[in-house]
């Protein structure tokens, strides 16, 4: 029987996730796999982008080099955008011309940076003018690094993650850096006002100026950038700025090929879309009314995905990811998961503020469970909490208990150390057991701090405790 064709467009890390899945479960023995990628290259661990602002090489971030796809039997056609699916003769149109017929299509096109409107940013062919720059792709930090000097000046347009990361890289660079956030206070999608404060503070320890409740409203350039009015009606000198306004999912693609589109691709509890034969995932679908932008829901839905391409686990659904983020923002520790506010009559709300240690803590209960956090400079308590708003477990009736400890308690080992990956400490225990004896190596065995990489100093923790303390129940009493 002649093997079925599988066309994945989109060679992000959402696609990186699933060729991992499509291979484990044998699918190169049933399909002929092609992968469609705009950007050069194999697929690559987006979040760590700022290595590459920062100096690195973009090797060092690539996680599937070319020969891996040969070594699969995976054609990797990169450089390439599908501009059109027809989906009623199965072909796949892309930039260069071609046609290719396709007999199932994953679109995993992820997201855009949205780029404000800013007057005097664009030449006359409409692009950005030099020193203006968004964040998404090597390609982006190449130009970026390649303006930038240090005794330069750059302006951040945008406080949320992307934007004080970028923020940082390029400080540490030697530039003088200024963030402009929009809203009263940074990272307002996960923090709260007096968490977002804090994390200003402590920014702004680090050298960077932080200007909130402002933003650009246009930008001065000759040949190219040389500074920004805003909207108080100062001005300020800059040798770049960087856009980071947030992202959408890409829906272009869906769009001109008839597949149903909300804010992102709409899918169904399988990743299907209504067009049969067409599957989207990652940061482009929209399931059950909710887009994502970080990677573990991405992550999760690429293995639901495998399994119903494969027919192996036959009735595997997504049922949607509880979003829990933990970062290091500019050199921060921060944690955010579930609603930040109270939202009902009767949440209970617990805080603690450290002022001289820098750090904040808050946890919002509803009905003796934990349905959101924020933690500020002091993460200790992340991965026992997040267990908790993950299985919904009760929290103990004193809840400062855990939020005030220091380490994990001893019968932890459903803990999740990882979550990017999912992995619990008990796994990690038993991968170190089997003889790993690196961050590296545990990586390798696991998975475990191969996506933002926030857990890699716990990972180191758990190996310096040795084998010997960690063979841990792999379900915890709760
Ligand atoms: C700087 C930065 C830092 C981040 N930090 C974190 C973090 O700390 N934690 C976290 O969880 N997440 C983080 N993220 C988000 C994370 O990178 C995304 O969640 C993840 O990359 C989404 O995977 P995806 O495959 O859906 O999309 P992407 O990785 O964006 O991949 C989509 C790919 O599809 C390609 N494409 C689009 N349209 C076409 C077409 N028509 N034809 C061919 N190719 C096409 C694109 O060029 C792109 O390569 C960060 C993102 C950035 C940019």
Redesign the pocket.
């Known amino acids: 029987m002649s093997k079925k064709k599988l066309a994945i467009?989109?060679?992000?890390?959402?696609?990186c996730r699933l060729l991992d899945e499509l291979v484990a479960r044998g699918a190169p023995f049933s399909y002929e796999i092609s992968v469609?990628?705009?950007?050069q290259g194999g697929a690559y661990n987006?979040?760590q982008?700022?290595k590459v602002l920062g100096g690195a090489a973009p090797d060092a971030i690539v996680t599937k080099p070319p020969e891996w796809y040969d070594r699969h039997n995976i054609r990797l056609i990169d450089r390439?955008?599908?501009?059109r699916l027809d989906t009623l003769r199965k072909q796949i149109e892309t930039g260069d011309g071609q046609q290719r017929a396709y007999d199932v299509a994953v679109l995993?096109?992820?997201?855009q940076p949205i780029v404000p409107s800013l007057e005097g940013m664009n030449d006359e062919h409409g692009e950005l003018k030099p020193g203006i720059f968004v964040?998404?792709?090597i390609g982006d930090c190449l130009r970026m690094r390649e303006r930038a000097r240090a005794g330069d000046s750059a302006i951040v347009v945008g406080g949320g993650?992307?934007g004080l990361?970028a923020a940082k890289v390029l400080s540490d660079r030697g530039l003088h850096v200024t963030v402009v956030q929009l809203q009263k206070t940074l990272m307002n999608a996960q923090l709260d006002e007096l968490g977002g404060e804090m994390l200003a503070r402590q920014i702004e320890r680090t050298g960077i100026f932080v200007r909130t409740g402002r933003t650009v409203e246009a930008v001065y350039a000759e040949e190219s950038v040389k500074g920004v009015y805003l909207d108080d009606g100062s001005t300020r000198p800059a040798d770049m700025v960087v856009l980071a306004c947030g992202v959408r999912p890409?829906v272009d693609?869906a769009k001109v090929s008839g597949i149903p589109v909300n804010r992102g691709i709409v899918v169904n509890d399988a990743l299907a879309t209504e067009v049969p034969g067409v599957y989207a995932f990652?940061?482009?679908a929209e399931h059950a009314g909710k887009t994502y932008?970080?990677?573990?829901p991405?992550w999760e839905q690429a293995a639901v995905l495998a399994d119903v391409l494969t027919g192996q686990t036959p009735g595997q659904r997504y049922r949607g990811s509880k979003l829990y983020?933990r970062?290091k923002v500019a050199g921060i520790e921060v944690a955010s998961m579930g609603t930040i506010e109270p939202e009902r009559e009767g949440d209970e709300v617990l805080q603690i503020v450290e002022e001289r240690r820098h750090s904040y803590r808050k946890l919002v209960m509803r009905d003796g469970r934990l349905v959101g956090a924020i933690l500020v400079g002091n993460t200790a308590a992340a991965a026992t909490l997040v267990q908790h708003f993950d299985r919904g477990d009760l929290m103990p009736q004193d809840p400062l208990e855990l939020l005030c400890q220091s380490a994990a308690p001893a019968n932890s080992g459903a803990r999740l150390v990882c979550n990017?990956n999912k992995v619990s400490e008990a796994e990690l225990c038993d991968a170190i057991e089997r003889g790993c004896d690196s961050v590296e190596a545990l990586g390798a065995a696991t998975k475990a701090g191969t996506?933002?990489g926030s857990c890699k100093s716990e990972l180191g923790q758990l190996l310096a405790r040795g084998p010997k303390k960690l063979s841990l129940p792999l379900v915890a009493a709760s």
Do not use: P
């Open positions: 467009i989109g060679n992000g890390m959402g696609t469609f990628g705009e950007e987006r979040i982008l700022g390439t955008r599908v501009t995993a096109t992820g997201s964040y998404r792709t993650l992307l990361e890409r693609l990652g940061e482009c932008g970080i990677v573990a991405v983020t970062l990017c996506g933002c």
